[in-house]
């Protein structure tokens, strides 16, 4: 069965940072293109980032470049999303997505995780 599965969610204090992970099974980070997203209460989604599998590309929208880092393991099965300086503003659900080609921002995945909720107070 293919599926996404992210962990690593939890309160976290202003200034503090996170780490979430993006278990795949099924496929590999290595044949597909992967994208973090976070969807804040109320709002619309929002891209965080992807990498794309082949080319081993990474882009970090504007607004977080400084901040964030996208990587996978060696094996491909595990997709990472560092995060550092939250704030409240970083509150959300944030979800993995993957597919065999991903376009920046254009959300049509062949897969996508349940999500994993962040919440940033103190």
């Known amino acids: 069965e293919v599926q ?3 962990s690593g969610g939890g309160l976290v204090q202003p200034g503090g940072s996170l780490r979430l992970s993006c278990a ?6 290595g044949s597909y293109d ?4 976070r969807q804040a ?3 619309g989604p929002e891209g965080i980032g992807c990498l794309w599998g082949r080319s081993r590309k990474i882009y970090v929208a504007e607004s977080m470049k400084g901040r964030v880092t996208i990587s996978t393991d060696n094996a491909g099965s ?3 999303l560092h995060m550092n300086s939250l704030t409240p503003e ?17 959300p049509d995945y062949d897969y996508k995780g349940q999500g994993t909720q962040v919440t940033v107070s103190s």
Not at 90 to 106: E, H, L, M, P, R
């Open 34 to 37: 992967m994208t973090w997203v």
């Open 78 to 80: 595990t997709a990472y």
């Open 41 to 43: 209460p109320g709002k």
């Open 90 to 106: 970083d509150t959300a659900v944030y979800y993995c997505a993957a597919d065999a080609s991903i376009s920046w921002n254009v």
């Open 4 to 6: 996404l599965v992210e």
């Open 24 to 29: 795949a099974s099924g496929f590999t980070f």
